[in-house]
């Protein structure tokens, strides 16, 4: 994810939404970050639009919370003058009526998801153009160029909400691996028939994979580390 200054401010993120059986879960890294510099290192990307549907926000930051804002606000007048929750679909076209009137200026890619008394946990994909794309389980942001091969492998339909919530952390995990505009935390929001759950994943407990480094409190840490001898002199 993004910020703007000179360069955007820019969710150059990890998000996915997996349907299972009962529900969905979002999952996102935590990395905001302006050019090479972490603005923010355990941003929240997945934004509450109503009491049962969510939004994982990915590129620009701004452009990403604005469209929240004004999409939460309408939900909210819908909610209020149907007398009862809005359904998923209808959140998720709010947003594609949104990003598909502003695609001149908007630069960012959401995914919706949610449940409803209707048609259950629904996912939705809100790439680039505004488009809107029902789908049983969407990645995004510059990290999901390296999971779509681990996701033909690794999902499968009528999981349960423990195989549901244990395939999106690994999943995020992978890609803060090997995409440098991904990292820090793992949060999940799981969203069924019961109600919301929210799960944190600090980034020093996630899985390493490859040669990543184990976690370091200080850089003087990795010092005073048992190392080669220094060059004599």
């Known amino acids: 994810m993004d910020l703007n200054l000179d ?3 820019s969710m150059g993120t990890t998000i996915i939404g997996v349907t299972y059986n009962g529900g969905v879960v979002l999952g996102a890294d935590s990395r905001t970050s302006t050019g090479m510099y972490v603005a923010n290192r355990a941003s ?21 919370q604005v469209v929240s804002d004004y999409v939460r606000y309408f939900l909210h007048q819908h909610t209020i003058q149907l007398g009862q929750p809005a359904t998923v679909k209808v959140s998720a076209n709010l947003i594609r009526m949104l990003a598909y009137n502003n695609k ?3 630069q960012t890619g959401l995914i919706v998801g949610g449940w409803d008394k209707y048609e259950g946990g629904k996912i939705y994909g809100i790439p680039l153009g505004g488009t ?12 999901s160029s390296y999971l779509y091969g681990f996701f033909d492998q690794a999902w499968k339909e009528n999981m349960t909400k423990e195989e549901a919530e244990q395939l999106v952390v690994k999943a995020v995990s992978l890609a803060i691996a090997r995409d440098g505009a991904s990292g820090g935390v793992v949060r999940t929001v ?44």
């Open 44 to 64: 929240d990307k997945i934004t509450q639009l109503t009491d049962n549907v969510y939004v994982c926000r990915s590129g620009s930051a701004a452009d990403s």
């Open 132 to 143: 809107v794309v029902e789908q049983p389980f969407a990645i995004g942001g510059s990290g």
């Open 104 to 106: 001149n200026m908007l």
């Open 7 to 9: 360069a955007p401010h």
């Open 190 to 233: 799981i969203i069924n028939e019961e109600g919301v759950t929210r799960n944190f994943y600090p980034g020093d407990q996630l899985q390493l994979w490859h040669e990543e480094l184990e976690p370091q409190n200080s850089l003087l840490d990795i010092l005073n580390a048992a190392g080669p001898e220094p060059m004599a002199m």
